[in-house]
């Protein structure tokens, strides 16, 4: 029998697609983008358009494991039946076990041995002893952040700070307008000047490009913002290539000359914003010729932008998180977040800024989380950035961490400061579960795998970071070999701890439900029923209060939440001046410090030239970049360099070379194909295994956190390149 299943891309990624998938005698047939879904429009990522690749890939892990070999052996590694590095032919259904590597064991026995050593552990050096380390592997409402919440809140573990990827960006926007919302990208259409900010499009939020390919038939015009060329750059209506981390003097500059020339909207700005006059005062110090020198964006350029800025109608700002990945990424976020406030733009439909629209997305947290089952009396435990886990795992005490409990993330190969993250992974005495769809980096350190099941298999709810549709993603298919969900494993491994809260009982429809319950205006009328029959739902904005305009189509009346104010700061106004900074021991208005590490930095006379350590186009962050289908679409261990860089190393196009810094080395192959400016070079994420000498490019970043939101700051770094005679 056929069958066709709707389900919602869990993906970290803004676009959050419908999806719909074909089912013909249990076995998945066929996946295609909804064509229904007012954003996803029929079509996927090239990535996701193969996804029964990765759901039946013979390298998914689909029984649990136990570890019979030293931690991350080089055996392990190059263990290669399909070509692939890491790959377990033996998990294969039917084949024989086990691996040099590993052993299959019952979902018994492995509940039973991570309950035990958690208790023991517990006993000698108490629960904080535990961390749990997740992150974007689904962003799934209940697989993402319920059960396992609630089981690490009532087990007292460690808390973790999740912090890698958008905690400054969104400190930095949050202290403008008080809240994640953000231009809907049907909105786009009406834009007539689209800057692209930091905002890799087509390789990251590929959806929105139609509405802005649309806008641009009808005269828009695109500028691309961003010290890497990207497929988006290229075909820009003008590119400005801005030195790494220097975006808050671009800003400054523009307002300078914004309001220095009295272009902006002193109506909207007298009515809803604060600090305004503060603002006019800092901008001054930034006259553009004195940002050209930071950015590396000429004067006149920099003078054209903001008048063009200011005075093209409705003009929009795609800003991501690229900007916010640099030592002052939160200050950087924080001077764009005012442009559109100072021009009025939030008042026009296609005008604003988009960052991000998860903040509408109102669901009950306290249900799905239960932060109530911290046992009474008992103090909030300690908190543990995501970013510095190599530090954590070398040097903690009191107690020292002796679990990791990895799920939904592959920290050996996502996070920064690689080497020292694989030292603390080594440690003989750490005991480290990952739940995994894949024999990931992060596998190679564990003592225990379980095996995941991917969306295809489990229900959830999904919202969204780039539009504002929530939906439910249907089960299409039971569950590969003996995986179970994020859901499903903690559910049982509470049992297994004897905790008998009522609340690991709930099934995943009643966390659907609970999810629902809202105070917030924007889910009233929106159920599990009615979501489960219209497969998407757009938020329930009410169109008196937040739309200045009506749209004459019928279409759904444009979402406009700033267009008379209305910001969730403590004044309710834009703030353009924020105790909130100051208390920080921040500029209350904005300023440009260079990160230590780059050019103008403090540590400038370390290694010379800037890296830039991107995400891949076809992979997401390293998730994907296992499968040979996904591999063809991408290169992967090359260093990006301008012609100038490599001429004065000796190096060619092609050759290969050492890229270090005093964190580490790798060794890739140069590129000199003009998508970097001189002093910048740029590598893409991938698993370290899959690369030579085991590496990737997180050798080389830091564990520095972001002047906001103690976030990552994968993009300042400084590296040195140098000829090799060939790669290891
Ligand atoms: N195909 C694909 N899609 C993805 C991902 C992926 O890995 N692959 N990752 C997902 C995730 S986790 C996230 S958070 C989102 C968001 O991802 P994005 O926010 O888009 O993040 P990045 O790709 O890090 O950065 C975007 C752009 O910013 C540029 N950039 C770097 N430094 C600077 C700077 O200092 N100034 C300026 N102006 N630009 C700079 C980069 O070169 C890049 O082209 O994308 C998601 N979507
Ligand atoms: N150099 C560099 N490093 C970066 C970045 C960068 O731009 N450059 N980007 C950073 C950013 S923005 C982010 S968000 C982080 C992302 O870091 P992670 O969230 O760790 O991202 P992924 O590499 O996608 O790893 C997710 C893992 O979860 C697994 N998974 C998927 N679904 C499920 C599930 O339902 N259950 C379980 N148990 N597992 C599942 C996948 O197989 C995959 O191995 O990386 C950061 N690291
Ligand atoms: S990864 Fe993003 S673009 Fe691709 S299908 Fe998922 S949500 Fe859509
Ligand atoms: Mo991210």
């Given at each position: 029998m056929k069958q066709v299943v709707h389900a919602a891309c869990p993906h970290d990624c803004p676009d959050a697609c419908g999806v719909l998938i074909t089912v013909e005698g249990g076995r998945a047939t066929k996946i295609q983008g909804d064509p229904r879904h007012p954003v996803t429009r029929g079509f996927l990522c090239a990535k996701v358009a193969k996804y029964l690749d990765r759901v039946y890939s013979p390298d998914r892990v689909l029984y649990p494991m136990r570890r019979i070999a030293a931690k991350g052996t080089a055996a392990e590694r190059s263990f290669a039946p399909h070509g692939q590095p890491g790959a377990c032919p033996e998990l294969v259904e039917g084949a024989a076990v086990p691996t040099q590597a590993w052993q299959r064991i019952t979902w018994d026995e492995a509940l039973d041995e991570i309950a035990q050593r958690l208790r023991m552990i517990i006993a000698e050096f108490g629960s904080e002893a535990i961390l749990p380390y997740s992150y974007g592997g689904t962003l799934g409402a209940l697989n993402g952040a319920s059960m396992d919440r609630r089981f690490f809140t009532r087990l007292g573990a460690s808390e973790l700070e999740r912090t890698i990827c958008s905690s400054a960006g969104e400190a930095g926007l949050e202290s403008v307008m008080g809240v994640k919302l953000g231009t809907e990208p049907e909105q786009f259409v009406n834009s007539r000047y689209i800057i692209a900010w930091a905002s890799n499009i087509h390789g990251n939020n590929v959806h929105l490009w139609p509405f802005i390919a649309e806008a641009r038939r009808k005269g828009a015009k695109l500028v691309v913002i961003d010290p890497y060329r990207t497929r988006t750059a290229a075909c820009a209506d003008w590119y400005l290539p801005i030195n790494p981390g220097t975006d808050a003097a671009l800003a400054l500059a523009m307002m300078h000359v914004i309001i220095g020339e009295g272009l902006h909207d002193a109506d909207y700005v007298a009515r809803y914003t604060l600090g305004f006059d503060e603002l006019r005062e800092k901008v001054k110090a930034y006259p553009p010729e004195r940002a050209a020198q930071w950015t590396g964006i000429a004067a006149e350029d920099i003078r054209k932008l903001a008048r063009e800025y200011a005075a093209i109608r409705p003009a929009v700002i795609r800003v991501n998180y690229g900007v916010q990945r640099s030592e002052g990424g939160g200050m950087a976020t924080r001077a764009i977040s005012m442009l559109p406030c100072i021009t009025g733009s939030l008042k026009e439909a296609g005008g604003g800024i988009h960052l991000s629209t998860s903040g509408a997305f109102d669901l009950n947290k306290h249900s799905l989380r239960r932060p109530d089952l911290r046992p009474q009396g008992a103090k909030t435990p300690r908190a543990v950035n995501m970013v510095e886990l190599g530090k954590a795992l070398n040097t903690l005490s009191d107690p020292p961490l002796k679990a990791l409990l990895v799920y939904s993330s592959n920290p050996a190969a996502v996070c920064p400061n690689h080497n020292e993250v694989v030292r603390g992974l080594r440690r003989p005495d750490l005991f480290t579960v990952v739940h995994e769809q894949f024999l990931t980096d992060t596998t190679d350190y564990a003592d225990i795998v379980l095996p995941a099941t991917t969306f295809f298999e489990h229900k959830d709810l999904q919202a969204a970071y780039g539009h504002y549709y929530l939906q439910i993603s249907d089960q299409a298919i039971e569950p590969l070999g003996e995986c179970r969900s994020n859901v499903e494993l903690f559910r049982a491994l509470a049992t297994r701890m004897g905790f008998n809260d009522e609340c690991f009982h709930e099934s995943v429809d009643e966390m659907i439900d609970g999810a629902l319950v809202s105070n917030n205006p924007w889910l009233q009328g929106i159920t599990r029923k009615r979501l489960q029959s219209e497969s998407h739902l757009r938020l329930n904005f009410a169109p008196s209060t937040e739309s200045a305009s009506k749209p004459a189509d019928g279409a759904p009346q444009p979402f406009l939440p700033f267009a008379r104010g209305n910001f969730r700061t403590p004044s309710g106004r834009a703030e353009l001046y924020s105790e909130a900074m100051k208390s920080l021991g921040l500029d209350p208005v904005a300023e440009f410090t260079p990160p230590s590490e780059s050019r103008y930095g403090s540590d400038k006379a370390t290694f010379p030239l800037e890296l830039l350590a991107r995400k891949a186009d076809n992979f997401l962050n390293s998730t994907f970049s296992n499968l040979p289908s996904i591999q063809q679409m991408e290169d992967t261990d090359l260093l990006e360099m301008h012609s100038a860089d490599a001429r004065s190393r000796g190096i060619v196009d092609g050759a290969p070379v050492r890229v270090y810094n005093h964190r580490g080395e790798i060794f890739l192959k140069a590129r000199v194909d003009g998508a970097v400016q001189p002093g910048v070079v740029s590598a893409r994420l991938n698993w370290a295994k899959l690369s030579p000498g085991f590496r990737n490019i997180n050798v080389l970043t830091s564990e520095k956190l972001s002047d906001?939101?103690?976030?990552?700051?994968?993009?300042s770094v400084l590296v040195e390149v140098e000829s090799t005679n060939s790669i290891p």
């Amino acid at each position: 029998m056929k069958q066709v299943v709707h389900a919602a891309c869990p993906h970290d990624c803004p676009d959050a697609c419908g999806v719909l998938i074909t089912v013909e005698g249990g076995r998945a047939t066929k996946i295609q983008g909804d064509p229904r879904h007012p954003v996803t429009r029929g079509f996927l990522c090239a990535k996701v358009a193969k996804y029964l690749d990765r759901v039946y890939s013979p390298d998914r892990v689909l029984y649990p494991m136990r570890r019979i070999a030293a931690k991350g052996t080089a055996a392990e590694r190059s263990f290669a039946p399909h070509g692939q590095p890491g790959a377990c032919p033996e998990l294969v259904e039917g084949a024989a076990v086990p691996t040099q590597a590993w052993q299959r064991i019952t979902w018994d026995e492995a509940l039973d041995e991570i309950a035990q050593r958690l208790r023991m552990i517990i006993a000698e050096f108490g629960s904080e002893a535990i961390l749990p380390y997740s992150y974007g592997g689904t962003l799934g409402a209940l697989n993402g952040a319920s059960m396992d919440r609630r089981f690490f809140t009532r087990l007292g573990a460690s808390e973790l700070e999740r912090t890698i990827c958008s905690s400054a960006g969104e400190a930095g926007l949050e202290s403008v307008m008080g809240v994640k919302l953000g231009t809907e990208p049907e909105q786009f259409v009406n834009s007539r000047y689209i800057i692209a900010w930091a905002s890799n499009i087509h390789g990251n939020n590929v959806h929105l490009w139609p509405f802005i390919a649309e806008a641009r038939r009808k005269g828009a015009k695109l500028v691309v913002i961003d010290p890497y060329r990207t497929r988006t750059a290229a075909c820009a209506d003008w590119y400005l290539p801005i030195n790494p981390g220097t975006d808050a003097a671009l800003a400054l500059a523009m307002m300078h000359v914004i309001i220095g020339e009295g272009l902006h909207d002193a109506d909207y700005v007298a009515r809803y914003t604060l600090g305004f006059d503060e603002l006019r005062e800092k901008v001054k110090a930034y006259p553009p010729e004195r940002a050209a020198q930071w950015t590396g964006i000429a004067a006149e350029d920099i003078r054209k932008l903001a008048r063009e800025y200011a005075a093209i109608r409705p003009a929009v700002i795609r800003v991501n998180y690229g900007v916010q990945r640099s030592e002052g990424g939160g200050m950087a976020t924080r001077a764009i977040s005012m442009l559109p406030c100072i021009t009025g733009s939030l008042k026009e439909a296609g005008g604003g800024i988009h960052l991000s629209t998860s903040g509408a997305f109102d669901l009950n947290k306290h249900s799905l989380r239960r932060p109530d089952l911290r046992p009474q009396g008992a103090k909030t435990p300690r908190a543990v950035n995501m970013v510095e886990l190599g530090k954590a795992l070398n040097t903690l005490s009191d107690p020292p961490l002796k679990a990791l409990l990895v799920y939904s993330s592959n920290p050996a190969a996502v996070c920064p400061n690689h080497n020292e993250v694989v030292r603390g992974l080594r440690r003989p005495d750490l005991f480290t579960v990952v739940h995994e769809q894949f024999l990931t980096d992060t596998t190679d350190y564990a003592d225990i795998v379980l095996p995941a099941t991917t969306f295809f298999e489990h229900k959830d709810l999904q919202a969204a970071y780039g539009h504002y549709y929530l939906q439910i993603s249907d089960q299409a298919i039971e569950p590969l070999g003996e995986c179970r969900s994020n859901v499903e494993l903690f559910r049982a491994l509470a049992t297994r701890m004897g905790f008998n809260d009522e609340c690991f009982h709930e099934s995943v429809d009643e966390m659907i439900d609970g999810a629902l319950v809202s105070n917030n205006p924007w889910l009233q009328g929106i159920t599990r029923k009615r979501l489960q029959s219209e497969s998407h739902l757009r938020l329930n904005f009410a169109p008196s209060t937040e739309s200045a305009s009506k749209p004459a189509d019928g279409a759904p009346q444009p979402f406009l939440p700033f267009a008379r104010g209305n910001f969730r700061t403590p004044s309710g106004r834009a703030e353009l001046y924020s105790e909130a900074m100051k208390s920080l021991g921040l500029d209350p208005v904005a300023e440009f410090t260079p990160p230590s590490e780059s050019r103008y930095g403090s540590d400038k006379a370390t290694f010379p030239l800037e890296l830039l350590a991107r995400k891949a186009d076809n992979f997401l962050n390293s998730t994907f970049s296992n499968l040979p289908s996904i591999q063809q679409m991408e290169d992967t261990d090359l260093l990006e360099m301008h012609s100038a860089d490599a001429r004065s190393r000796g190096i060619v196009d092609g050759a290969p070379v050492r890229v270090y810094n005093h964190r580490g080395e790798i060794f890739l192959k140069a590129r000199v194909d003009g998508a970097v400016q001189p002093g910048v070079v740029s590598a893409r994420l991938n698993w370290a295994k899959l690369s030579p000498g085991f590496r990737n490019i997180n050798v080389l970043t830091s564990e520095k956190l972001s002047d906001l939101g103690n976030s990552a700051t994968f993009y300042s770094v400084l590296v040195e390149v140098e000829s090799t005679n060939s790669i290891p």
